[in-house]
């Protein structure tokens, strides 16, 4: 196994890891407390905004990076990058777990990964 099917292997896992605990924070978010209800889901520009970023926008970017690596990087980093810019309190050890397969997808798809097109092969004949 080469090293970048080692990266792919591990962005793949730690990304459908990070996809499915997004998920469920999300509909945890959305579904709401019990006993707040009737109030707005968020309370101004900037909780929408982060909520958009993180956890929507990374998912969608990690969704993306299973055929299109480079590409579902960029937007998995760049939306954590977003969420710091929005809530700069966020920047604790957790905030850079998800971009552990963002950084992985990226650099594969950089280094020899499927990048805009998913179906670029690489055969010597």
């Known amino acids: ?13 730690t990304g459908t890891l ?4 997004l998920i469920f924070v999300m509909m945890g978010v ?3 407390d019990s006993g707040r209800v009737g109030t707005p889901l968020f ?16 998912i969608i970017g990690l969704a993306l ?9 960029l ?5 954590l990058v977003a969420v710091l810019l929005l809530q700069p309190d966020w920047l604790q050890p957790f905030a850079l777990v998800p971009a552990v397969p963002g950084l992985l997808y990226a650099v594969h798809g ?16």
């Open 1 to 13: 196994m080469t090293l970048g099917r080692i990266f792919q292997f591990i962005a793949r896992t």
């Open 43 to 58: 309370t101004d520009v900037r909780q929408a905004l982060t909520f958009l970023t993180f956890p929507v926008l990374t």
């Open 110 to 125: 950089l280094f020899g990964g499927p990048g805009l097109t998913a179906h670029a092969t690489r055969h010597s004949h």
């Open 65 to 73: 990076a299973w055929k299109y690596e480079f590409l579902g990087g």
């Open 30 to 32: 959305i579904s709401g």
């Open 18 to 21: 990070m996809v499915a605990f």
């Open 75 to 79: 937007i998995t980093l760049g939306s």
